[in-house]
């Protein structure tokens, strides 16, 4: 078996990892420190190294860089709880092995261990990260499932890989696209995002292709569609599932061809743009319906990045709460304090509107505050207006179903100011209500 250097300063965490190492074999040599740890770098040779991220004055990026300076074939596992993509980016691009999020199962760390042990021979390279500085990003979080989209983020925008990103309204869908442009060779160029759900049918077409003078009535000039405009750069189709069954063939044929026709045009063009797309939708489902082409959905099913709910990642609500915070207090020259009972309130309750949600109800909760302090009451206050507070016991589905009721209740019906109540999306609503027999 490897020999392992850990490094990492919690005495608890730092004595179960080695015990259980130990147990399998590998032979473990553990330290609390950077400084003991570029000691023992300087005098050995590691196949495998794992480190905290953060440890005293020097970070597990330090210990990476030290690590791969003193043996290129050196695999360094990193581990944080406190997890961003600036962390995942800067191990990505130093050539870290993996990045596990902090609390995690033994066994994973295991399974980790003996690819880096297999893989420890081979050199681990990415070119394309080596000369350059982790970008400032907005996405914020450091769950496991969020540390797994950063690692997928890291790795696929380099390429020119057609992205699907799937998950509710309000989740960041948009911001994980921007980060694959901004984080790939395009970043220079335009990125172009097109609201698929907003387009009628018949402009569909024109707006993506465009149109030549004389195609349509009112066409007085040609017109370069979004394909065109974006030349070089990136095309982000947002919800892709509300594009029509009729123009879903002429969009497998340019994402096979990367060639338009204009409309009233007779000759093609050929394109480079990368393309991302992103649904609110099950498109798998879709396609046993007839309702979406099953040879686009293979096409489009190339990288999928899988955005979990903010229900489901709940530690991120006080990282999000505080940029928000942040953010708000200074558009509005305001110092509005957020308490722990008022930062409990909003960790305890579901979201259903996800981060778009949370964004808004923070940026009222600075505005109106009393006294400029976010308590538990000011918090539940502003969650009652919208709808009532989950009750111990309830199913979430339940919940929701009730706070919908309500809110369409106390707003006669009118499903488009519900819709601003609840912090969603009109199409959302309707899909709710259908799903849940309110239609």
Known sequence: ?????????????????????????????????TREAFSRLSNASYPIVISDIYIDERTGIDILNAARTANDTCAVIL???????????????????????????LDDLLSIVKRAEGAAADE???????AEEPLATEMIGSSAKLVEIYKTISRVAPTDALVLIEGETGTGKELIAHLLHANSKRSAMPFLPVDCASLAPSLVESELFGAMKGAYTGADRDRAGVFETAHGGTVFLDEIGEIDLNFQLKLLRFLQEK??????SSRPRKVDVRILAATNRNLRKMVDEGKFREDLWYRLDVVRIGVPPLRERHGDVPLLAGAFLKRYNERYGLDTRLTESGM?????????????????????L????????????SVDDAIRSSGPKEQAGESLADTEMEQIRKVLAATGGNKSRAARILGIERKTLYRKLERMGLA
Do not use: C
């Open 1 to 33: 078996m490897s020999s392992v250097l850990l490094v990492e300063d919690d005495p608890s965490v730092r004595s179960t990892i080695s015990t259980f190492l130990e147990l399998e074999g590998y032979a473990v040599e553990a330290v609390s420190s």
């Open 79 to 105: 581990m944080s709880a406190r997890g961003s993509m600036e962390t995942v980016m800067a191990a990505t691009r130093g050539g870290a092995f993996d990045y596990l999020a902090k609390p995690f199962e």
């Open 124 to 130: 681990l390279e990415d070119e394309d990260f080596d």
């Open 259 to 264: 060639e338009i026709r204009p409309l009233g």
């Open 344 to 364: 409990k309130a909003l960790a305890d309750y579901t979201w259903p509107g996800n981060i778009r949600q949370l964004q808004h109800m923070v940026e009222r």
């Open 366 to 377: 600075v505005i109106l505050s009393p006294g400029g302090r976010i308590t538990e009451d």
